[in-house]
Structures are given as C-alpha cells and as structure tokens.
C-alpha cells in the first residue's frame, strides 16, 4: 500500500476539486446523500454535517431542523456558504472550516452527525469517530455513506492497484469495513444499527452507529 492520506494532500485535493466538484459528484452520490437525511432526520434536531463539501445536501433538509456544516477545505466551504446565501437555507447555523478530527464543540451538542463521503478520506478515521460520538447526545446516531472496499474478488484487486493513485484525489478505495467495525466493537456506548448497499453498483454503504449511555452498549453486546 502506498503513503496514507495527511491533512495537506487532503486539502490540496479539494481545492482542485471545489470548481468541478457537484457536477462530477453531484448526480453520482445523490441516492446516498438522500438515504442519509432520510435517516438523520428520523431523529432530527441539531444535526452536524462534516465534511460538508460544496453543500449539495444542505437544500434537501427539513426546515424544523439546525445544521451546522464542517469542512477542512475552503474552497469547497466557500461553495457551501454561496449556496445558503443563494437558497436562503435559514435552518443552516453555521458553516466552518474544521479538522473533523478536532470538533469544536461540546460533549453532547448535537443530536444526529452526518458524514456522507468523508470518513474514509480522513487521515485518522478510528480517532475521527471518537469525535463523532463525543460531539453526540446519548440517543443520538452517527450516519455515514461511503465507499467501503471489498473483501475479495476483482474488485478488491482493482482498488489496491488504484489506491495509490487514489490518495493524490483525496481517497482510500480500499478501505476495510472491518475498520469501521472493530471501531464500534471496541466502544461500550456505540452500537452498529444497520449497514445498507447503496449505488452506484451496491459499493457505498449507509451506515448508522447509535450512541447509548456508557456501557450499554457492551452489556447489550454481552447479553
Ligand atoms: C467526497 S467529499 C464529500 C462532500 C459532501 N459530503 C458530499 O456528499 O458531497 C469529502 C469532503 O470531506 C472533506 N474532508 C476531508 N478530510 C476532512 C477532515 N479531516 N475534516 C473535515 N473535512 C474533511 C473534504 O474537504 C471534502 O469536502
């Protein structure tokens, strides 16, 4: 496997991308983008986007909800703020640049955190989960979609031949479902609600982590 994503390869990444960004992506990542407000507004309230990108899914919440957007990326945020500005979205509070591994925010602030293609291009996606379920209320759920590797075949031979090149675009397509889930095994108070294939071609997954009162989780798993 090559060199491991850093910050700066990251950003440097999304700034290329910013200016062509929703017209690669936009259609492409849409199912996913809507599974995972359907399912963060099941729980709704303060909801935390990170890695919120150009914004594409910020029109698409329901006004009874507060969001706040975080990205690493300027140039991709400054889409994000034209586009509120454009929309009027008044149920968006706020829009900062921000390591998702580093949230500026209280324990407990928010009731639902979304991360639609984000965690596994994080540099420290295990250490960026711990900030996810920090930021979150008990009761609360982390939703994910992503692209998760496969575990054997042609495909999985494919993305360690691409991986390399990958990294430079800001991407690790051989990410490992097992880091996600050994992640969760290892907390006692997050818990994995479903995992769902998601197209393109059933290789994106949405992901809901729920976060439980300490040890709960592990006495559920025990029990
Ligand atoms: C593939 S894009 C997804 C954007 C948006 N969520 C969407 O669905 O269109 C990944 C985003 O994650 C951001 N990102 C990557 N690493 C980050 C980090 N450590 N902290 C915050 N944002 C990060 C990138 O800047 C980029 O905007």
Known sequence: MGADLDKATIAKAYARWAPVYDLVFGAVFEHGRNAAIAAAERIGGRILEVGVGTGLSLPDYGRQNRLIGVDISEPMLRKAQERVAAERLTHVDGLTV??????????GAFDVVVAQYVITAVPQPEATLDEFARVLKDGG????????????????????WFAPVARRLGW????????????????????LIERRPMPPLGHFSLIRFGKQAAGAARAARLA
């Open 141 to 160: 759920e982390i939703v994910l979609v992503n692209h998760i590797g496969a575990e054997t075949g042609l495909r999985r031979a494919f993305e360690a």
């Open 172 to 191: 690790r397509p051989e990410f490992p479902w097992a880091r996600l889930s050994r992640w969760a095994e290892r907390r006692d108070d997050v818990c």
């Open 98 to 107: 921000m390591d998702a591994a580093g949230l500026a925010f209280p324990d």
